[in-house]
């Protein structure tokens, strides 16, 4: 497919080319804890500010409402200029919170929230998986009754991102007693500092705590924080799950490439080797995921299958990428902290958002009509 990019368009680039050019912050990003709380938000501020913030939202809820052309422009200069990956603490409330509020909230919640995420005053987790309760999200246990206005909350979450220094959550929990799957859930915003809250960090192979435990034991929650009617939670999260699974991870998957450039020139003295061939090969593929990501662009937000399928392609291939990185850098691969860091992290591409079996299984039965298992 051609894009065409208007003079106007051409014009957008050079002015986000500079303003990133003058405000990307200096040094890299704390991995957890307050540092990346503090700033991951004082990025977002920053772009606020600038005038960047919200995008991908629509003009009417404060965000910029940018056309197909210009998003893919934005995410373009983003990453050749190396600014916060957008898989930092704010990547629930920016890319799938607040587009979920913006399809399901009420206008109270809209009104509260939405300001609030784009301005970089909050940060949201995510709880959705349980213990035992992964790719089968519909098991899943954590269980409010109704007492009076309020929902009281019981049970536990885990996996849940930067949850140790989130604001708000997006729970998903089972409201009606005695519901079975996909019915009687509920999708709720839960302040985390609730009292009855407890959260517990765990430690990944990389070395960061940058997912959690949480813990919920009589927890109160106003009935007015459930979002699109008590009882809706499934519909509501599938919403949450296509915005996480269909662009929100844009600027991720364009800046794979920019790692295959990175690595191309570290690579160079190897130059005729068979590493130029496997080079050269994910420089194809980090091309082909480009072409994807673009593409869903421009195709009707309900196609189902797209989010699959750029999620699948995106965490192999990034697992092949940083796997190409250690070989590059052999023994010298321990004393570099970004690349072994990056190639650690990476093992979680294909089981966060859904693990790369699930995503097959979606795309046989979804797009190929093989029978479901
Ligand atoms: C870095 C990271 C961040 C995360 N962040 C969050 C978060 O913020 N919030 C949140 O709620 N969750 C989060 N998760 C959890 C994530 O969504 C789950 O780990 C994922 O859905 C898989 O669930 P599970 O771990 O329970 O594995 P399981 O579902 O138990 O799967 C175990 C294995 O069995 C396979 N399997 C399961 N069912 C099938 C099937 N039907 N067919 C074929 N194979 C199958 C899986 O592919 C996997 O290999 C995160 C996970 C990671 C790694």
């Known amino acids: 497919m051609q894009i065409e990019f208007t003079s106007e368009d051409e014009e957008f680039r050079a002015a986000a080319r500079t303003w990133l050019g003058e405000n990307i ?13 503090a700033y991951a938000l ?24 940018l056309t197909p052309e210009r998003l893919i ?6 990453v050749a200029a190396r600014a916060p990956s957008v898989l930092d603490c704010s990547f629930v409330a920016v890319n799938h919170a607040g587009p979920t509020l913006i399809a399901c909230g009420s206008p109270e919640q809209q009104a509260f929230h939405l300001p609030r995420i784009l301005a970089g005053e909050v940060i949201w987790c ?3 998986s349980e213990p035992g309760t992964g790719s089968d999200l519909a098991s899943l246990k954590t269980s409010a009754v109704v007492e009076g206005d309020e929902l009281v909350v019981n049970g536990q979450k885990i996996w849940s991102s930067f949850a140790d220094i989130a604001d708000y959550q997006e729970l998903l929990i089972r409201t009606e007693p005695g519901s079975k799957r996909h019915k009687g859930l509920s999708w709720v915003i839960c302040d985390m500092k609730t009292p009855g809250i407890t959260v517990r960090p765990i430690e990944n192979m990389a070395g960061a705590t940058h997912f959690a435990e949480v813990f919920y034991d009589d ?17 509501v999260a599938m919403t949450t799950l296509g915005f996480e699974r269909r662009t929100a991870a844009m600027g991720l998957q364009l800046d794979l490439s920019i790692k295959v450039e ?45 989010g699959s399928m750029m999620r699948l392609h995106f965490g192999e291939l990034a697992q092949r990428v940083y796997a190409t990185a250690m070989d590059i850098l052999g023994p010298d691969a321990l004393c570099d902290n970004r690349w ?10 294909t089981i966060a958002g859904g693990t790369a079996e699930i995503q097959r299984n979606i795309i046989a039965e979804r797009i190929l009509g093989l029978p479901r298992e």
Not at 73 to 78: P, R, V
Not at 293 to 305: G, K, V
């Open 262 to 306: 990175d690595l191309i020139a570290m690579a160079a003295p190897l130059a005729g080797s068979a590493m130029a061939e496997r080079l050269a090969d994910l420089r194809a593929e980090a091309a082909a995921l480009r072409a994807m990501t673009y593409r869903t662009m421009f195709r009707d937000p309900a196609t189902p299958f797209d």
């Open 126 to 128: 995510q709880g959705f």
């Open 340 to 349: 072994s860091y990056d190639y650690l992290e990476a093992y979680s591409e």
């Open 219 to 235: 927890v109160r929650i106003p009935l007015a924080n459930v979002v699109g009617g008590l009882g809706e939670g499934w519909r």
């Open 42 to 65: 004082d990025w977002l501020k920053r772009c606020h500010a600038g005038g960047w913030s919200g995008i991908a939202w629509p003009a009417a809820f404060g965000g910029q409402g």
């Open 73 to 78: 422009t934005w995410y373009e200069e983003y």
């Open 25 to 37: 912050p200096a040094g890299p990003a704390p991995h957890d804890g307050p540092a990346s709380r």
